[in-house]
């Protein structure tokens, strides 16, 4: 997603920069095929960047905010931090307690949609006093809607739709599964399409991306059990969702789709998924109520 936006960016005419310390060759790879410049370390993007956009997973989210702050402190930087990651309206409240009393405004963004189609399908959610920086930054490029002026208001959004689309898939695969198990998984996809044709558009696109997407679609599940907690809702939907996405994280659903998130046919993958060698993912079905 960090170089999906970095390449709007860059197109609108902004200087992207980031630093690979620590990081994978694959953010190496990421980086220089969108142009992205690599700076030393953090303190030099800290003392550089105008706005930094923290893309990372989902678990890091809080660190990385806490290292940005502690550079800040130290060069007495000022500037604008955009939390973009997927994690609950609770986990942005910790990060905006780190900058409390600092010289960094802060702002709760998520995004929706994938990084292949974030100019034609995407959205960036914003809130918090500085959000309008989103706007400016991404024009009419990329869908942004500012959801007011406090942060958490993005994430919460990012959270409930994100329950959604995940939602969908879950039920989609215990259906598809049991059917498959009887035999009848193409009279099972004849009939959703016949009678929720949309719901079968939206499948036939999603799922193959688990293959890609599986462990941190997982990561964010447990921050959407984490706002339904809080909030002193069942949370079992979303313990469930969080267990299914590990197992297809763990089976071998990667090789089968491609990283590149390959389209293929849903019929010919439920086939796959039900076979004996993705069996971690039917067992773990066996035991799931979405
Ligand atoms: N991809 C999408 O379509 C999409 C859609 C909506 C929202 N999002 C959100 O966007 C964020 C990024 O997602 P992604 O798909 O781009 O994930 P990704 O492909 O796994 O990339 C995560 C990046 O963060 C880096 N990273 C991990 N831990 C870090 C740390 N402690 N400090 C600094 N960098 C760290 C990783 O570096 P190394 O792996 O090299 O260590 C990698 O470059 C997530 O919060 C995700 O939920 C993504």
Same mark, same amino acid.
């Given at each position: 997603? /960090? &170089? =999906?936006?970095?390449? $709007?960016?860059?197109?609108? !005419?902004?200087? #992207?920069?980031?630093?690979?310390? *620590?990081?994978? %060759?694959?953010?190496?790879?990421?980086?220089?095929?969108?142009?992205?410049?690599?700076?030393?370390?953090?303190?030099?993007?800290?003392?550089?960047?105008?706005?930094?956009?923290?893309?990372?997973?989902?678990?890091?989210?809080?660190?990385?905010?806490?290292?940005?702050?502690?550079?800040?402190?130290?060069?007495?930087?000022?500037?604008?931090?955009?939390?973009?990651?997927?994690?609950?309206?609770?986990?942005?409240?910790?990060?905006?307690?780190?900058?409390?009393?600092?010289?960094?405004?802060?702002?709760?963004?998520?995004?929706?949609?994938?990084?292949?189609?974030?100019?034609?399908?995407?959205?960036?959610?914003?809130? /918090? &006093? =500085?959000?309008?920086? $989103?706007?400016?930054?991404? !024009?009419?490029? #990329?869908?942004?809607?500012?959801? *007011?002026?406090? %942060?958490?208001?993005?994430?919460?959004?990012?959270?409930?739709?994100?329950?959604?689309?995940?939602?969908?898939?879950?039920?989609?695969?215990?259906?598809?599964?049991?059917?498959?198990?009887?035999?009848?998984?193409?009279?099972?996809?004849?009939?959703?399409?016949?009678?929720?044709?949309?719901?079968?558009?939206?499948?036939?696109?999603?799922?193959?991306?688990?293959?890609?997407?599986?462990?941190?679609?997982?990561?964010?599940?447990?921050?959407?059990?984490?706002?339904?907690?809080?909030?002193?809702?069942?949370?079992?939907?979303?313990?469930?969702?969080?267990?299914?996405?590990?197992?297809?994280?763990?089976?071998?659903?990667?090789?089968?789709?491609?990283?590149?998130?390959?389209?293929?046919?849903?019929?010919?993958?439920?086939?796959?998924?039900?076979?004996?060698?993705?069996?971690?993912?039917?067992?773990?079905?066996?035991?799931?109520?979405?």
């Amino acid at each position: 997603m /960090g &170089s =999906a936006l970095a390449e $709007v960016l860059r197109d609108r !005419g902004f200087e #992207v920069i980031t630093t690979l310390t *620590g990081r994978s %060759p694959r953010s190496t790879e990421y980086c220089e095929r969108s142009g992205v410049a690599a700076r030393k370390c953090l303190a030099d993007v800290v003392s550089q960047a105008d706005v930094i956009i923290s893309t990372v997973t989902p678990d890091a989210a809080v660190a990385v905010a806490s290292q940005v702050r502690r550079e800040a402190a130290r060069l007495d930087a000022s500037l604008i931090y955009v939390d973009a990651n997927s994690v609950s309206p609770q986990t942005i409240g910790r990060i905006a307690d780190e900058f409390q009393d600092s010289n960094i405004q802060f702002v709760d963004a998520a995004i929706h949609g994938l990084a292949s189609r974030l100019k034609t399908q995407g959205t960036i959610f914003a809130s /918090g &006093s =500085a959000a309008g920086v $989103v706007s400016e930054l991404f !024009g009419t490029d #990329v869908r942004v809607r500012i959801l *007011g002026g406090e %942060p958490g208001n993005a994430s919460l959004m990012k959270m409930t739709l994100g329950g959604m689309s995940k939602g969908i898939i879950g039920l989609f695969l215990q259906s598809s599964l049991l059917a498959q198990h009887v035999g009848m998984a193409d009279e099972f996809c004849d009939e959703l399409g016949h009678y929720y044709p949309d719901v079968l558009n939206f499948v036939e696109r999603s799922l193959p991306t688990f293959g890609q997407h599986a462990a941190r679609r997982a990561a964010e599940m447990r921050e959407l059990e984490a706002s339904l907690s809080v909030a002193g809702l069942p949370t079992g939907m979303a313990v469930e969702l969080s267990r299914l996405f590990s197992a297809l994280n763990e089976s071998d659903m990667a090789a089968v789709c491609g990283r590149g998130v390959q389209p293929m046919s849903l019929k010919k993958l439920i086939e796959l998924l039900s076979e004996s060698r993705l069996s971690v993912i039917t067992d773990r079905l066996a035991a799931t109520v979405v």
